[in-house]
């Protein structure tokens, strides 16, 4: 299974399909994490997974981020392609973004159609960071 994670310390693993080798990234997380602290959404048929681990999100999905079908997957793709653009031009300048948000680019491919669940997932966590961490990865946050 191929995988997306990420956490508050930010760990970000995803190995598309087509390519051969798998990027991973040395996790900086608590020892121990609480189960309700991590969001699992996989995909077998594509053979993606995203897995979230930071403790907040789990309740703030519940509690304030729109509910699955609002979006369109069309419109989740166009916005988590923004937001995955400027997260990596700014993992890519540790000098000037906070280093310990941004440790290492998200390697998300536009071309690849990763499902509602996938995409509904990174755009939620996307805007629970945003809020969570008061960064702008695109002109404003929407609110939840």
Known sequence: MKSIAFSLVLVIILASCHFDKNITAKAKTPDVANASDTVRIANDSLQYEVIIIDPGFSSWLAS???????????????????YVNEW????????RYNPSLYEMQINYDPNIHYGYEVNYLIYNYMIYFQLTNKQQL???VPSP
Request: charged share 25%; no cysteine.
């Open 138 to 140: 695109d002109g404003f």
């Open 88 to 95: 990596n031009i700014r993992a890519m300048q540790p000098q």
């Open 64 to 82: 304030r981020a729109k509910p699955r079908n609002y979006y369109s997957v069309n419109y989740l793709e166009n916005k988590n392609r923004i």
